[in-house]
Nanobody
Framework: QVQLVESGGGLVQAGGSLRLSCAASESIFRIDYMGWYRQAPGKRRDFVAG???????AYTPSVEGRFTISKDIAKNTVYLQMSSLKPEDTAVYYCAASIRARTDWGQGTQVTVSS
């Protein structure tokens, strides 16, 4: 099981930026896919962004052009750079790592965007 620790969440005003980090307990070189998900109160957990082993990235339409996912293999860390934040981006953000049929999750980090 891959241990994932997210950090970088916090309170920011609308229009501001945050960078989330997800540190993995083992080399992310062998992880097939890493992603960021978010869950707002009373809502389901939704996909935000993901990056494959080859570096190909995908985003949900609502964050396209505002968020950027990247990874640093040497640091075993995946990042989510969030810009032009909106109040509707407020949620707990979770990191996930998928190896074949298994997906491991981090504990989440809170992002709150004030209007």
């Amino acid at each position: 099981q891959v241990q994932l620790v997210e950090s970088g969440g916090g309170l920011v005003q609308a229009g501001g930026s945050l960078r989330l980090s997800c540190a993995a307990s083992e080399s992310i070189f062998r992880i097939d896919y890493m992603g960021w998900y978010r869950q707002a109160p009373g809502k389901r957990r939704d996909f935000v962004a993901g990056i494959g082993s080859g570096g190909n990235a995908a985003y949900t339409p609502s964050v396209e052009g505002r968020f950027t996912i990247s990874k640093d293999i040497a640091k075993n860390t995946v990042y989510l750079q969030m810009s032009s934040l909106k109040p509707e981006d407020t949620a707990v953000y979770y990191c996930a790592a998928s190896i074949r049929a298994r997906t491991d999750w981090g504990q989440g980090t809170q992002v709150t965007v004030s209007s």
